[in-house]
């Protein structure tokens, strides 16, 4: 049973951190493309933050370069987002996202978010 389950959200004021994780399981995460994505109310889920599964290539969107940082550990199954310097407009349900790398099938697989919420 394939399985994307996150952690790590809650409250916290602006100017603080987070590390959010996304432990995966059923499917081969060393293979899988891994990214988070956040939604806000009445916004469109957006992308956030991608790391390949060959050689850890990362992309963010603008909005977030150089305060949070997307990682993986294999040998764990895990994916995690550090996020610093937090902002009101962080305020969203943060989702992990797993797509399969040229060669390899199933998914895309979700996980069902946290919610994280910055306080001005």
């Known amino acids: 049973q394939v399985q994307l389950v996150e952690s790590g959200g809650g409250l916290v004021q602006s100017g603080g951190s987070l590390r959010l994780s996304c432990a995966g399981s059923g499917f081969p995460f060393s293979h899988f493309r891994m990214s988070w994505f956040r939604q806000a109310p009445g916004k469109e889920r957006e992308l956030v933050a991608t790391?390949?599964?060959?050689?850890?290539?990362?992309t963010y969107v603008d909005s977030v370069k150089g305060r949070f940082t997307i990682s993986r550990d294999n040998a764990k199954n895990t994916a995690y987002l550090q996020m610093s310097s937090l902002k009101p407009e962080d305020t969203a349900t943060y989702f992990c996202?797993?797509?399969?790398?040229?060669?390899?099938?199933?998914?895309?697989?979700w996980g069902k978010g946290t919610q994280v919420t910055v306080s001005s």
């Open positions: 790391i390949s599964s060959t050689d850890g290539h990362t």
């Open positions: 996202n797993a797509v399969p790398s040229a060669g390899y099938y199933g998914g895309p697989y």
